[in-house]
């Protein structure tokens, strides 16, 4: 039998943006980064109410579509609950698909809103599951649901059914910070994934295992790892080609020892580290049109439900 929502009801989430892979880790590790969307829901008598504010509020749909309303029903139904209507405010600050986490941001949100509507009998590990589902991999999602830094991984049951999407956070050093170079144009996922080949050799598989395994040591106490922890040889030379602003950005940074890397698909360049960037440097990203957004490693998505 499903609860029947209150009108009146409403949860509010803050849900933190998102860097994935981190160089060699890829579809893997995920770091959650101190910028955030907020999503308002409330119950109300029927139909449903979507306003965008902030970063997409031109581009965005108003209906269902929209992700945020598709990941609240898909919460709402492994809720077993039921809702006559909803309004959905979304106010958000994470660049639109720019390798932030904003699509995967929008999937949590949804999802915890929907969990604290109805009471949250969803466990973490559910909320984790639901909100990967929308992109086929838990590494932005998780990182948003879980804060800090994310190791995790997808499982494909012999029987067919749908992927298992699990993580674990992963302490992450308080003297780690982020720095985002973001470009003024977007990158779709699914077109920076084709240029990807099928097959790799396997020295280069060795070598992406071996530093992802030190990028996991690099984050939790030894930061003077982040460099060597941040080479890839997996997805990065193959995406330089279609995203040159960023490899050139990555590889100049690298150059000045900093552990650059593409984050997610792009077009962001990351750089995590313990001291500044120098400001030259940064300015000098500022004079080519790249926004310059420094931000601390975040913790988990919040959520505030008030009850009539």
Not at 44 to 66: A, M, Q, T, Y
């Amino acid at each position: 039998m499903s609860i029947q929502l209150e009108v009146g009801t409403r949860a509010t989430v803050t849900v933190p943006g998102s860097s994935a892979n981190l160089g060699p880790g890829f579809d893997t590790l995920g770091l959650a980064v101190g910028i955030y969307d907020t999503v308002e829901v409330e119950v109300i008598e029927s139909g449903l109410e979507v306003e965008v504010f902030g970063e997409g509020e031109d581009d965005l749909p108003r209906d269902g579509s929209h992700l945020v309303v598709k990941a609240i029903r898909s919460g709402l139904n492994a809720a077993h609950a039921e809702a006559p209507g909803l309004r959905v405010v979304c106010t958000n600050a994470i660049p639109q698909s720019r390798g932030l986490g904003s699509s995967a941001a929008a999937a949590v949100a949804g999802v915890l809103a929907a969990n604290g509507l109805a009471g949250n009998p969803l466990t973490t590990d559910q909320v984790v599951q639901l909100s990967s589902a929308f992109e086929g991999h838990p590494d932005n999602a998780a990182a948003s649901v879980l804060g800090s830094a994310v190791v995790s991984w997808t499982t494909t049951p012999v029987d067919g059914s749908q992927p298992g999407y699990r993580a674990v956070a992963v302490d992450v050093d308080k003297r780690i910070r982020a720095t985002a170079l973001v470009p003024d144009f977007h990158a779709s996922t699914q077109a920076v994934r084709r240029v990807l080949p099928s097959h790799v050799t396997h020295t280069d598989a060795r070598f992406n295992v071996s530093r992802t395994a030190v990028m996991t040591v690099a984050l939790q106490n030894h930061p003077e790892l982040l460099w060597e922890g941040t080479r890839d040889r997996l997805h990065q030379p193959y995406r330089a080609d279609v995203l040159p602003v960023t490899a050139e950005w990555v590889n100049r940074l690298r150059n000045r020892g900093y552990a650059a890397y593409l984050s997610g698909a792009g077009p962001t360049c990351m750089v995590l580290s313990v001291d500044p960037i120098e400001e030259a440097i940064l300015e000098e990203a500022r004079a080519a049109g790249l926004r310059v957004l420094e931000l601390e490693v975040a913790g988990p998505a919040t959520v505030e439900v008030s009850r009539v």
